[in-house]
Nanobody
Framework: QMQLVESGGGSVQAGESLRLSCAAS????????VGWFRQAPGKGREFVAR????????NYGDSAKGRFTISRDNAKNTVYLQMNSLNPEDTAVYYC?????????????????WGQGTQVTVSS
């Protein structure tokens, strides 16, 4: 089993930044790719970003490109999501998830473990 715990969410003004963290415990974290997804009220869960197990490959959803950066520190069993230039449309619960290959980047069913989520609220 692997446990994932997100942190770093909060309430900010439009244009500000937040850094989310996803801390893992349990199984060998460094062998898992990690993705971030988000779910806004009344909407489905949306792919935000993914990083490969060794950090060499990153992928971003359209809403994140150019504003968000995903990174990881396997020595700390932690993945980060740096979010800049936030706007109200970024308001959502953000979840991290871990999965092993083979994997489809934005397909939630290919991730095995999920955190409980952290709330991000952006006001105008």
């Amino acid at each position: 089993q692997m446990q994932l715990v997100e942190s770093g969410g909060g309430s900010v003004q439009a244009g500000e930044s937040l850094r989310l963290s996803c801390a893992a415990s349990g199984r060998t974290f460094s062998s898992y790719a990690v993705g971030w997804f988000r779910q806004a009220p009344g909407k489905g869960r949306e792919f935000v970003a993914r990083i490969s197990s060794n950090g060499g490959v990153t992928n971003y959803g359209d809403s994140a490109k150019g504003r968000f950066t995903i990174s990881r520190d396997n020595a700390k069993n932690t993945v980060y999501l740096q979010m800049n230039s936030l706007n109200p449309e970024d308001t959502a619960v953000y979840y991290c998830a871990a999965g092993r290959p083979p994997q489809t980047v934005a397909d939630m069913t290919t991730y095995d473990y999920w955190g409980q989520g952290t709330q991000v609220t952006v006001s105008s």
